[in-house]
């Protein structure tokens, strides 16, 4: 069964980076884009970035300039997801995409002091 494996998530301080990874298994995802959502709790799902196969990117607006999308081609698509200068906005949980509809398990982000 085909998977994505997200890891990376924790706990910083304002200001601080982590950066995410998605790990899919199989190769059927080798021109799908990635991206990455994130669901606060009491709030829907949104759109943090996504990045095609080729490497063009997207992000929304309230990370553009402190999240940066990258995917590695050569070590099966895993995608990353470095986030600096978090805000406690950011706190989320962040899920890893496939297009059009495979999804991860999650990893929490929590950006506290």
């Known amino acids: 069964q085909v998977q994505l494996m997200e890891s990376g998530g924790g706990l910083v301080r304002p200001g601080g980076s982590l950066r995410l990874s998605c790990a899919p298994s199989?190769?059927?995802?080798?021109?799908?884009?990635m991206g990455w959502y994130r669901q606060a709790p009491g709030m829907q799902r949104e759109f943090v970035a996504s990045?095609?196969?080729?490497?063009?990117?997207?992000y929304a607006d309230s990370v553009k300039g402190r999240f940066t999308i990258s995917r590695d081609n050569a070590k099966k698509n895993t995608v990353y997801l470095q986030m600096n200068s978090l805000k406690p906005e950011d706190t989320a949980v962040y899920y890893c995409?496939?297009?059009?509809?495979?999804w991860g398990q999650g990893t929490q982000v929590t950006v506290s002091s």
């Open positions: 990045i095609t196969f080729r490497g063009i990117t997207n």
């Open positions: 199989g190769s059927a995802f080798s021109i799908s884009p």
């Open positions: 995409n496939a297009a059009p509809s495979l």
